[in-house]
């Protein structure tokens, strides 16, 4: 695909050449510092952001390749071998806070083998802290801010050229020795003009869903991940995606969605699918839409679908849509049961509409799985037992607890910095068996981990919820899986992480 500038690189007269460059996208290996012994029952989830910009350079002719060395297990060392290896021109990587002592080592090894390597990241971290992400990592050559489909198309005949890279919005680079961080880039609000994922760059085979998703279905894999839109009209303030997707959602056509369902089906036979998007209810119509689509190609017979949503975006009649659709699992954020730390963290949320969502839901036939945060600004041990209280009240099938993390791009991280309290390096901001970060100065980071332990053992210990687990999913599979998480939960406690 070489040529000049000019020339498209796909045959179209609106792509041009990228000269044959080698690209090579990177998901650092990081899973196994983060859970530990915990590691079989999290999902490995297809590197979405990567293979985005991977269609996307794809169609500017240059040769691209993912290195997924967190999906295959892969050391560090291992992993910057390959890469110098295959002597790219370009390496790309998406960063997030808790891997970035993993990213920042293993980019390091990269530049010292690879000198003349250009080293582009984007992501979550990289878009709350651009000038400080460069400043820290000197081996880093240019940061993405925010969504990087379009930013990489005006970025790479630039950086061929070696012209000046500042006319770019959304980017930060280095100038006369200076970090420089350009206007905003306003958000794609055409996103059918974006490529299909390229999941061809990945192998299949490596991913799975969650460890529950076997007790419904017995499969965890093949899995298919799809979104419908970008971005979350929620105003959580311990969120950070809105520092790469905005505050408000843009939907993808819904043709395009179908054609990408179709895509994962009859190529990857896929029998687990995973809706990715932050609150896959907003949109009754689109719902809908995709409801009446997976029925139709028979699809809600043949895979076990799941999505997360916000509860006070339940509606009846679409729940029960989704469940004729195959839609089995529904993931709620629930966060806190506790009004006014439901408050504190911007859910603006209700425990009562918590309840009036899980009775909707649960009407409906979805299996529930919650997500529940401990030790958010304003939290006491009292807020914190009402959570478990209310977590083992509703009738739901899976939960997890987290700590609640700063995150850069947050109110809770500005919150730390405004209050002086102390953050740790960025290993530290993991959200699995990681030093928790107290928020609180009556609740430290000892008692933080003791109501974690004590939210487990009470939710998932209790002989009701067991037995209705034995009913419900198939009990070989649950056995099996409790079994496994005790004896994890014993290993993790005994090298002192849970």
């Not at 290996?29 to 991977?54: Q, R, T």
């Not at 802290?129 to 940061?143: G, K, N, R």
């Not at 970090?179 to 085979?205: C, F, K, N, Q, Y």
């Not at 969120?239 to 993808?252: K, M, T």
Request: proline share 6%; glycine share 8%; charged share 25%.
């Amino acid at each position: 695909m070489a040529g000049d500038l000019s020339s498209p690189g796909d045959g179209s007269p609106h792509a041009p050449s990228s000269h044959g460059k080698k690209f090579i996208l990177v998901n650092p290996p990081s899973s196994e510092e983060a859970y530990h012994s915990f590691i079989d029952f999290a999902a490995v989830f297809p590197p979405i952001g990567l293979i985005s910009i991977g269609a996307v350079l794809e169609d500017l002719g240059c040769d691209v390749s993912v290195l997924d060395a967190d999906a295959r297990r892969l050391g560090l060392s291992p992993a910057v071998d390959e890469v110098v290896e295959a002597a790219p021109d370009f390496v790309g990587l998406t960063t997030m806070t808790a891997v970035m002592g993993i990213v920042g080592r293993f980019l390091a090894e990269v530049k010292g083998r690879l000198p003349n390597v250009k080293i582009i990241v984007g992501g979550p971290h990289a878009s709350a802290l651009p000038a400080e992400t460069l400043e820290e990592y000197q081996f880093i050559d240019i940061a993405i801010v925010g969504e990087g489909d379009e930013t990489v198309r005006e970025l790479l005949p630039l950086l061929e050229k070696g012209d000046d890279l500042s006319p770019v919005r959304g980017i930060a680079f280095r100038k006369d020795g200076e970090v420089v961080v350009t206007e905003e880039r306003p958000l794609i609000e055409d996103l059918g003009s974006l490529p299909m994922p390229a999941w061809h760059l990945l192998d299949s085979g490596l991913y799975r869903s969650y460890a529950w998703n076997n007790w419904v279905s017995g499969a965890r894999k093949p899995l298919g991940v799809v979104f419908t839109g970008r971005g979350c009209y929620g105003k959580c303030n311990f969120c950070a995606s809105h520092c790469v997707f905005g505050r408000r959602i843009r939907y993808f056509p819904v043709e395009r969605i179908k054609a990408e369902i179709d895509h994962l089906v009859r190529t990857y036979g896929i029998k687990v699918l995973y809706f990715q998007d932050d609150t896959f209810t907003a949109n009754r119509r689109i719902v809908n839409e995709i409801c009446d689509f997976l029925i139709e190609r028979g699809y809600s017979d043949r895979m076990e679908t799941m999505v997360s949503a916000r509860v006070d975006a339940v509606h009846a009649p679409t729940l029960k849509h989704m469940r004729e659709a195959g839609i089995r699992w529904i993931c709620f954020g629930v966060e806190s049961g506790n009004d006014e730390i439901l408050k504190r963290m911007g859910k603006n949320i209700s425990v009562q509409q918590i309840r009036d969502a899980y009775r909707t839901a649960r009407e409906a036939g979805l299996f529930i799985a919650g997500n529940f945060m401990l030790g958010h600004i304003g939290e006491t041990r009292e807020t914190a037992l009402a959570s478990i209280d209310v977590a083992c009240r509703l009738d739901q099938d899976y939960v997890s607890f987290a700590i609640a993390i700063p995150f850069p791009g947050t109110e809770l991280y500005q919150y730390c910095i405004d209050n002086a309290i102390k953050l740790p390096s960025w290993d530290s901001f993991g959200s699995v068996n990681s030093p928790p970060i107290p928020l609180n100065p009556g609740l430290g980071a000892e008692e933080l981990m003791e109501l974690r332990a004590l939210s487990v053992t009470r939710f998932f210990a209790r002989p009701g919820y067991v037995l209705k687990m034995l009913v419900r999913f198939k009990p070989l599979a649950v056995i099996r899986d409790f079994a496994k998480m005790y004896l994890a939960m014993k290993r993790e406690q005994k090298a002192k992480r849970f």
